[in-house]
């Protein structure tokens, strides 16, 4: 259909042409480097001194995307060129939009072209003057054209030549860029698509990433960081390497705190670390919920200061079902402009982010929620084992009480009728024995049955006094010498309940005593004074026994736990749980060999 | 005159030797192994002082006692109880049915004559 039209020589000229046209956009790796190399060939296909490729951008601009032979100063009034607010020849072909004063230069293709630009300015009435900017006959170019870039039923933009001598733009000049234009255009739209392809491809990557991030055990902190990295680091993004993200505080929701930044200097992590929301743009963004960008050129001279970088910054709220989390603050390059895309892909990253927060929160909760249930149901199953320890100390209790009185009447009975005093020894024993399995019975009892103290004031002194002079009894074969040194604790008045307390330290005296039973010399020391002004009383025992085994002396509040031959392993336990019940404590210090300390601390008042 | 002391309890071997040790103390002793016998041979015996166990099969402690408060002529004996598992909270309940004393086994037999002299003395 060409050759019909053109004739053989053209024909070939065209197809070599486009073919040539269509090899850069199979061979050159990006949009800048194709258009830059077509914009070459079309200055040798055209013969023409300056040619330029304009595209039009989505702020509506159509700059030179790329050119040859044109000047400086031409480029950078033409540049700023706007469809929206402009008007002229090369506006209006790419528009659509030719008025009637254009209709001599126009071909049937859309394409303007005159060859000598004086003769035409001539033509033009003063009223159609103003549709001209005239630049191009400023610059002195006679040869004229603008091609428009088909892609498919849309014009993406124009190819313009110029030259300043006349007649440089024949016909067929025209015929071939009016057969080309669809071609590169076709070329520009691949670059393009693939761009996009590309970076959709990079932020699903970069999103993917996070997401990731998110399943790894690590700290919210250094998750946020992490995250930022992986996003400044976007080469296409105009991104400084400078951002930080703010969450709003838990305990004060008027707050923004600092917890995660990148690049930041140690002056603003002071600076930043606590940001009230009317103090800051930041914080407008967050009672807004909106996107805030500042750009260095819109600040006002009052709050830029000197040493201040040139950049702009992007502030985003971070949202969770409309519940504002914090916000993320991203610095971007000097001249960056604002653009959807950006915009766009930032969105989703705080969506992600808002996510990953939201569920590491939620977590959080769970977890804790999960650990109270676990101890409470630990506090359930041991309330569970006390009780059934109590219903078996009830039945021990009574199955085994009666046969003991029965031994204990009996061996009185034996005593009263023999008249051999060889017998006595073995009653003796009997009378021992029964004892010793009545306080084993007693313990069991106690442990099972330790209830919430029933607090009244207690003279301290006296109760220790009774306990001393009881277990003196107790074990009145046995000489050890008491040191008491509580008179400090004379007219000291605790809320305490005294029954409790006595057996506290009946238990820990019964143990000191039996400590002591290998010894040859055996002291007990008791010790005691008021604390005011911590609140409590501090009473400590100590012994010159046997001491107690490293790995024993954590295992003394344990249930059952005993190193005699016979006890029950619940003196200690009923102990460590009254004296904590009272809201004080007990520690044991004590070595092998060396003798045990035990200190209780018994708070002066009832906690409430 | 001897003083006459009833004892209530379950267990044989435990009457047998507080029996023989009541007795060695010079006492006048009776055994009732039988709960549900108790109020026919306090009316029957008339003791000076009833020693009875708490936790008996059949009827317990508390019944027998509040049973024998209502048997009047019934010589208004002071009740012992005996018991191998003693609860605070059974004190009112103790008062309740007129008892005044509670000894806890394994009993001593010294304790034992002195409550009952207590008891006796005190009557």
Not at chain 1, 441 to 464: A, G, W
Request: a neutral charge; proline letters at 3%; hydrophobic letters at 40%.
């Amino acid at each position: 259909m060409v050759s019909r039209r053109l004739g053989l020589d053209a024909a070939e000229k065209y197809i070599r042409s486009s073919r040539a046209i269509l090899n850069l956009s199979a061979r050159m790796f990006s949009r800048s480097q194709y258009l830059d190399a077509a914009a070459k060939l079309i200055f040798g296909f055209s013969g023409c001194r300056c040619v330029g490729i304009r595209l039009a951008d989505a702020a509506g601009h159509i700059p030179y995307e790329s050119y040859q032979g044109f000047s400086g100063k031409f480029l950078e009034t033409e540049n700023n060129l706007c469809l929206g607010k402009d008007q002229c020849a090369c506006v209006r072909v790419i528009k659509r939009e030719a008025k009637p004063s254009d209709a001599s230069a126009m071909t049937p293709f859309g394409s303007f072209c005159v060859n000598q630009s004086r003769d035409f300015d001539k033509t033009l009435s003063k009223d159609e003057r103003c549709l001209y900017r005239g630049v191009c006959i400023e610059n002195g170019f006679l040869s004229i054209a603008v091609i428009p870039l088909r892609y498919r039923s849309s014009i993406i933009g124009a190819i313009h030549l110029a030259d300043e001598r006349e007649n440089r733009i024949p016909g067929d000049v025209i015929g071939l860029m009016e057969f080309l234009s669809p071609v590169i255009a076709e070329g520009v739209q691949k670059f393009e698509l693939s761009d996009n392809i590309r970076k959709s491809y990079d932020i699903q990557r970069k999103i993917n990433a996070i997401m990731r991030l998110s399943l790894e055990e690590i700290g919210l902190e250094e998750l946020l960081r992490q995250a930022l990295e992986t996003i400044v680091f976007i080469p296409w993004m105009a991104f400084e390497l400078k951002a930080a993200i703010f969450l709003v505080d838990d305990d004060d929701p008027q707050t923004l705190v600092l917890r995660a930044h990148i690049g930041l200097p140690k002056k603003f992590e002071k600076e930043w670390a606590r940001i009230p929301f009317e103090q800051s743009l930041s914080g407008q963004a967050v009672v807004n919920r909106e996107v805030y960008f500042i750009d260095y050129a819109d600040r006002g001279q009052e709050t830029k200061y000197p040493g201040m970088p040139l950049y702009g910054h992007y502030n985003l709220p971070i949202l969770f079902v409309n519940k504002i989390l914090g916000i993320i603050r991203i610095y971007v390059r000097e001249g960056y402009q604002r653009n959807r895309q950006d915009e766009e892909f930032l969105f989703s990253f705080a969506a992600a982010l808002a996510a990953i927060i939201n569920r590491r929160r939620t977590e959080k909760k769970l977890f804790k929620a999960y650990e109270e249930l676990i101890e409470s149901q630990n506090k359930l199953s041991g309330a569970q084992r006390l009780s059934d320890i109590g219903t078996l100390a009830a039945t021990v209790a009574h199955e085994l009480r009666n046969p003991l009185g029965v031994i204990r009447t009996a061996a009185y009975n034996i005593r009263k009728k023999s008249k051999d005093p060889q017998l006595y020894g073995h009653l003796d024993n009997i009378d021992k024995k029964v004892m010793e399995s009545d306080r084993i019975i007693s313990n069991l009892l106690c442990y099972s049955r330790i209830k919430l103290p029933h607090h009244e004031k207690v003279r301290i002194y006296d109760i220790l006094e009774e306990c001393t002079a009881a277990a003196k009894n107790k074990f009145k074969d046995f000489k050890v010498s008491v040191l008491k040194k509580y008179n400090g604790l004379k007219g000291c008045v605790l809320e305490a309940d005294p029954l409790q307390i006595k057996e506290v330290f009946g238990n820990i005296l019964d143990n000191a005593y039996d400590a002591l039973a290998g010894n040859k010399r055996r002291v007990i020391e008791i010790e005691g004074a008021c604390d005011q002004a911590a609140g409590e009383v501090k009473i400590s025992f100590k012994d010159n026994g046997a001491g107690i085994d490293a790995q024993d002396l954590k295992r003394l509040s344990e249930p059952f736990f005993t190193t005699k031959a016979r006890g029950t392993g619940l003196g200690l336990t009923v102990s460590f749980q009254i004296v904590h019940l009272h809201g004080g404590r007990i520690d044991v210090e004590s070595r092998k060999g060396e003798g045990a300390s035990f200190s209780v601390a018994i708070p002066l008042f009832k906690k409430q | 005159m001897k003083t006459k002391v009833m004892l209530i309890d379950d267990d044989k071997e435990f009457l047998e030797e507080m029996n023989e040790m009541l007795l060695l103390s010079g006492y006048e002793v009776v055994c009732i192994d039988d709960a549900k016998k108790a109020a026919c041979a306090t009316l029957e015996h008339e003791p000076d002082v009833i020693l009875l166990d708490l936790k008996m099969p059949d009827k317990s402690g508390f019944e027998v006692a509040d049973e024998l408060r209502y048997l009047s002529g019934a010589c208004g004996a002071p009740i012992i109880v005996m018991t191998a598992y003693f609860k605070d909270e059974l004190q009112p309940l103790l008062n309740l049915c007129g008892v005044r004393k509670c000894l806890k086994k394994p009993l001593h037999p010294l304790d034992v004559i002195s409550q009952i002299e207590e008891a006796v003395a005190g009557r």
